[in-house]
């Protein structure tokens, strides 16, 4: 918090006092953020090359073999329905509102992280960080708290559900790595009008 001593005085002696104390804050907490930004910039560095390393060295990894645009250096975090374009308007587009809301956060996994935390909603810096070992044929759906959030999520996750259990002998939730938990909840209760769920299953499953 900034704060100065408040003084009746408004002598010159007592302003550059002020200012000088202001100054100090406002450094103090300018370095504070510059250590919290050098540790991400490391934490990404250290993701990227690991990937890389694991992609394209390691004997255990799938050893893509040259750059290209099928398979990039590093993996993309965002997708979009517009045709390949430049960084410049990419950032163009992020300031127009009609076309920002079709930008789409990949999902994926973070390692050692807790499954049950949304690493998508405000305050974490997964992707910032490039923690996120991220799918490709999938994005991060925002059902928010509860289905007022978002009605039309719910009700087409809901239905897609319900169909998907009305017409298959059994289903497993699967890769559902930060999905929220009451979403799970809401949605099993669902496939429990056609299936009997095994608890032991599905709380490996979800927790």
Known sequence: MLWCQ????SSP???EECCGRLKQRLTQLNEEQYHIVQQHQKQ????VVGNIVYER??????KLGPITRKNPLVPRYFTFPFVEMTLEQEMEFLNQ???MCHFLAHNGWVMGDDPLRNFAEQGSN??????LICWGDSVKLRYGNAPEDCPYLWE???KY?????KYFHGVRLDNCHSTPLHVAEVLSTVVTKYFILNPMEFSKTVL
Not at 161 to 165: D, G, L, P, Q
Request: proline share 6%; charged share 25%; with cysteine.
């Open 6 to 9: 408040i003084v009746e005085s």
């Open 13 to 15: 002696q007592h302003i």
């Open 44 to 47: 990404a560095v250290n993701c």
């Open 57 to 62: 060295l390691a004997d255990h990894g799938p």
């Open 97 to 99: 509102p009609d076309k």
């Open 126 to 131: 997964v992707y910032l960080r490039r923690e």
């Open 156 to 158: 087409h996750m809901q």
């Open 161 to 165: 559900t319900e169909i998907t259990a």
